[in-house]
């Protein structure tokens, strides 16, 4: 994460412009959805995490979803809207391309 912070790291790999920042974007999304995914990694009887990086990234999650209402929501679509899921319960993560 640190990294993309600087988009002259980017130029290495090959990218710039508009699809430099769709990369630092689809981190944030996963550091979001891994962040989620991380409550796995949560003993609730020993109120203890099993992995370090599962407890930061949910930490990282929490701090995104409370710093703004508008920068990343998280909801729970019973239905889902996507072809071929019907019926499937999941958690939809809508997270704003630019904020200012």
Known sequence: MYSIFFLHFFRVFGFSGEEAKNVIYVNW?????K??????MYNSSVNKWLQAHSQA???ITR???ESSKELVNIKYIEESPIDGMFGSKVLLINLISSYK
């Open 29 to 33: 999304l996963s550091m979001v959805h």
């Open 57 to 59: 990234r949910y930490v």
């Open 35 to 40: 962040g989620i995914e991380s409550l796995k």
């Open 63 to 65: 701090v995104l979803l």
